[in-house]
């Protein structure tokens, strides 16, 4: 079966704009959780989504948003872009709970 | 909220050694440990996971153990094999307002020489 899949693989981006990644989880998953991978924080939580409401946020600034449709599919956004964002973001997908499926991510470059 | 730690950092074997990840996580209500794999350029890859009713789980030549007395939970890799080469994640997943976010340890570099 398909596994989770995360548009684009790579954004350059410049500083102040803003950005909207796309994951696609996997067919029945309901949940879908979002994950902020640098190499200084490691793999940080950011929101994670079940049925189009969000369940959970991690302790990150209003900039970081996302939204769940009623596919399951998610969006999340971050606006006025800084340096510090560029990092690999990080989608994953569950069925109810457990067993967690991560797609491939996004690198995003801040300049 | 919960704290998973994990080590080593590095961790550098020969072919056909054993591998031992041990990590530790601070909520004693936590109830499910997976472990990820993750190469370079790829997305972290589910190997094992553990629930707290379970005390060890074997895949082939990959084995969990949990001590929830402790509050410990280690991966046992055996006969391993150059392509084992990765980043190793351990985590525990929240519980009550947290369900549904998992705390992921640093990571573990396992580096097999042929």
């Known amino acids: 079966k398909a596994g989770v899949t995360q548009t684009p693989r790579y954004l350059i981006k410049t500083r102040g704009q803003q950005v909207t990644l796309s994951c696609s989880p996997i067919?029945?998953?309901?949940?879908v959780s979002w994950y902020q991978q640098t190499p200084g924080q490691g793999l940080q939580f950011l929101f994670e989504y079940f049925s189009e409401t969000q369940r959970n946020k991690g302790n990150f600034p209003g900039r970081f948003s996302g939204r769940q449709f009623s596919n399951s599919r998610s969006e999340m956004n971050v606006s006025t872009l800084e340096l510090g964002d560029s990092a690999l973001y990080l989608c994953?997908?569950?069925?109810?709970?457990?067993?967690?499926?991560f797609g491939s991510g996004t690198r995003l470059t801040v300049v | 909220g919960e704290n998973v730690e994990q080590h080593p950092s590095t961790l550098s074997v020969q072919e056909g050694d054993s591998a031992v990840i041990k990590c530790t996580y601070s909520d004693s209500a936590s109830n499910y440990f997976p472990w990820y794999k993750q190469e370079l350029g790829k997305g972290p890859q589910l190997i094992i996971d553990?629930?707290?009713?379970?005390g060890e789980k074997k895949d082939q030549r990959i084995a969990v153990t949990l001590n929830k007395t402790a509050k410990h939970f280690s991966l046992h890799i055996t006969e391993t094999q150059p392509e084992d080469s990765a980043v190793y994640f351990c985590?525990?997943?929240?519980?009550?307002?947290?369900?549904?976010?998992?705390?992921f340890g640093r990571g573990t570099q396992l580096t097999v020489w042929p």
């Open positions: 994953a997908s569950s069925r109810g709970g457990d067993g967690y499926t």
């Open positions: 985590a525990a997943r929240g519980r009550g307002s947290t369900l549904g976010r998992l705390y």
């Open positions: 067919s029945g998953h309901r949940s």
């Open positions: 553990i629930r707290s009713n379970v």
